[in-house]
């Protein structure tokens, strides 16, 4: 038996080791190439040789590409994603928890569905959403009839418009529609026990107090680990920003680097150029996950010990 | 210490007139109730599991809104009034200590919601760290507390306030027989000592007993009876509470009287009597005498012999009949046992199982 165990675990290790040369031998080439200068990489193609350049890379990447603008919208974009998510899914946890409210179950549900309807599914009628936010509002008119009342005294229907598409605050909302924040509290609400609210109110302390001062420091680790969480999906969003930002300016990072690839002209892409943005953008969550692994791992086994 | 005195003060009595509880429109939890506790009083309530005690706290403190009527404390209506404006205090069942602050913060934190200097916060929840004996776990986090230090920091967070009514709900069923007999104790002492109006909620009898001034039994929402434990004990308002308070329970013996004679279920005569109709009979297990010449025959089935006294069950006309015997009383040695059931002690009830308070007339043939 235990030389069996033996052969398991060298094999465990053999496929481990395979694993890792696959996961790392990408970003090692990546890091090779991005060290290389074009001219190289033209006559040698890619080299698994660090080479000297990956400072004038990452200088070019800097003046002559958008990536830094684009970085700082990504910045903008993974922050705001996660500090909004934090904010609602806490609130709406702590309503669906702690209150007694007519068809929580039904209302929890719904949320959950949003689990198994990622954006990426509904990209098409988000991008139509986000193109005028006043539209279901125009819908609600037609629908109810109000429209042709409104019509015939004034002439002409209400049609309100107003766009989100190509700003900050569009590419952020519809990421923030999600329901795993919601979720996450939910279940690490309701490990907590249940007077604790009732013994709060005895204290004196209303509902706001008792999120502040007992509710919060509580869920610290909780909120830590969603924030990196949304952050890093929202850093790494790919399909919703393509859609919703349509200038250079506004764009992600992420969409920027798949940008550097040039449009079918015949010519060989700048790989180097390309391996250097990706090195840069991904240093930003490789930081977060490092500052913040450990509230990672307890955040997510959802007991505070 | 003078940091508690003043409570007996302001002791407050507490009045229900009508009070109505239901959770939704289907069942009602507590039908109209009205009672009175005087100021200082220690009540008890007691009831089987699920019979509305804690409802009925969570009303008195504000935590459940009444459907109907009113609750005056010290002689104000209260019933829509937030909890703090009541003036009371809470220990819960599972203490609901906040996990991520120290005992000291724990037993201060009323009083830094309503806003009370530090100094002044630091001096009184040292005095009451220290009357409960927690002085020096002050620091400590309630993780790193033992069960019973857990339920003292609950109790110190209730009275630093000083309130003039202090609710307990089943505030010592998490801890061992030990501790829970040891707080039994430091409770009473403590109410001795503060005078609050106190309710606790309890489906222990023995801690009813031992703690209450009265004990209001609860039966599906409905008072039962609302006395002081002795007659409680001696003059059980219904079957419910006679078979609630007591261990072993009462025995209850169907018997009807033809207005002559109350004759047991197998036609034996019991007693003479006037009384016509079908009743029941109680009687405690510790009310029944062996007697060589009692008149009542039984077969013992089984004994149990518990130290302190001695259960004997022995059948009696379809029933089992429980008899208990005190420490170093005399062993019956065959298993046809002859008993006595002493006047005084037996109880008679309707058939609805309400109390025959007339003194019911019975004689005993010789
Ligand atoms: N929040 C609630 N919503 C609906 N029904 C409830 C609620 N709380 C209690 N009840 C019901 O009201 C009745 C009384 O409950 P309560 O908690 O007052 O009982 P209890 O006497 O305290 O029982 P226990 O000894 O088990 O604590 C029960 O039938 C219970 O199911
Ligand atoms: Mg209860």
Redesign the interface.
């Known amino acids: 038996m235990i030389e069996n165990a033996r052969s398991i675990n060298i094999a465990a290790s053999v496929i481990l080791a395979i694993g890792i040369v696959y996961i790392l031998g990408p970003l090692y080439l990546a890091l090779t190439t991005a060290s290389h200068s074009y001219q190289e990489t033209l006559q040698n193609g890619l080299t698994w040789l660090p080479g000297d350049d990956l400072a004038d890379n990452i200088r070019r990447l800097w003046v002559e590409t958008r990536i830094p603008q684009q970085m700082a919208n990504s910045l903008i974009v993974a922050l705001g994603n996660a500090a909004l998510t934090c904010v609602l899914s806490f609130l709406t946890a702590y309503a669906l928890v702690w209150f007694r409210i007519r068809w929580a179950s039904v209302v929890f549900a719904l949320i959950l569905a949003t689990i198994m309807l990622p954006l990426d599914i509904r990209v098409i009628t988000t991008y139509q959403v986000a193109a005028n936010i006043l539209s279901p509002v125009n819908a609600l008119l037609d629908l109810t009839g109000l429209n042709s009342l409104i019509s015939r005294f004034f002439g002409a229907p209400v049609q309100l418009e107003l766009s989100i598409l190509d700003t900050h605050i569009g590419l952020i909302v519809p990421l923030v529609a999600h329901g795993t924040g919601t979720f996450l509290f939910r279940q690490f609400f309701l490990t907590l026990p249940r007077d604790l609210f009732k013994a709060a109110r005895m204290d004196g302390a209303g509902p706001l107090r008792f999120i502040w001062d007992i509710l919060l420091p509580l869920s610290r680790t909780s909120v830590a680990a969603l924030f990196v969480l949304t952050f890093l999906s929202g850093w790494t969003q790919y399909l919703w920003p393509l859609v919703g930002a349509s200038t250079p300016e506004m764009q992600t990072a992420v969409v920027g680097l798949a940008r550097l690839m040039p449009d079918n002209d015949g010519r060989m892409p700048d790989f180097p150029l390309m391996m250097a943005g990706a090195v840069i953008v991904s240093l930003i969550p490789l930081l977060m996950i490092a500052l913040l692994q450990r509230f990672l791992v307890r955040g997510l086994v959802l007991t505070e010990k | 210490m003078n940091a508690i005195d003043p409570i007996h003060a302001e002791a407050q009595g507490i009045r229900l007139s009508g009070v109505t509880k239901s959770y939704d429109a289907k069942a009602v939890t507590i039908p109209p109730m009205d009672i009175e506790m005087r100021a200082g009083e220690f009540t008890v309530i007691l009831g089987p599991s699920g019979c509305g005690k804690s409802t009925l706290l969570?009303m008195i403190?504000?935590?459940e809104r009444v459907t109907g009527g009113t609750i005056s404390i010290g002689g104000r209506e209260v019933q829509d009034l937030?909890?703090?404006e009541r003036g009371?205090?809470?220990v819960?069942?599972?203490?609901?200590?906040?996990?991520?602050m120290t005992v000291a913060q724990n037993i201060g934190?009323?009083l830094r919601?309503?806003g009370i200097q530090r100094a002044e916060r630091d001096a009184r929840v040292k005095a009451v760290a220290r009357m409960l004996g927690l002085a020096d776990f002050l620091h400590r986090k309630p993780?790193q507390l033992s069960g019973g230090q857990r339920q003292r920091v609950a109790i110190g967070?209730?009275i630093i306030r000083e309130p003039g009514v202090l609710l307990f709900d089943e505030p010592l069923s998490n801890l061992d027989a030990q501790l829970r007999q040891d707080m039994r104790l430091e409770l009473a002492e403590l109410h001795h000592r503060i005078g609050a109006t106190s309710i606790f909620v309890t489906h222990d009898q023995v801690e009813a007993m031992t703690l209450a001034d009265r004990i209001l039994i609860l039966n599906k929402g409905r008072v039962e009876q609302f006395d002081t434990p002795k007659t409680i004990y001696s003059r059980p308002a219904s079957i419910f509470v006679a078979k609630f308070i007591g261990a072993p329970p009462m025995n209850i013996l169907p018997v009807s009287g033809d207005g002559r004679a109350l004759r047991f279920g197998n036609g034996k005569v019991f007693a003479a009597s006037p009384l016509k109709g079908e009743f029941l009979l109680g009687i405690r297990p510790e009310s029944i005498v062996l007697d060589r010449h009692g008149p009542i025959r039984a077969q013992l089935r089984h004994r149990e012999d518990l130290g302190s006294h001695m259960i004997l069950t022995a059948a009696f006309d379809l029933v089992d009949l429980r008899i208990a015997l005190p420490f170093g009383s005399a062993e019956p040695q065959q298993s046809d046992l002859h008993l006595h059931f002493p006047r005084e002690c037996l109880h008679l009830f309707d058939v609805e199982g309400r109390r025959i308070e007339a003194d019911f007339h019975l004689e005993y043939a010789n």
């Not at chain 2, 819960?92 to 991520?100: C, G, K, S, V």
């Open positions: 969570q403190a504000g935590l937030e909890p703090k009371l205090a809470m819960f069942q599972n203490y609901a200590l906040y996990p991520h934190y009323s919601v309503a993780g967070r209730a």
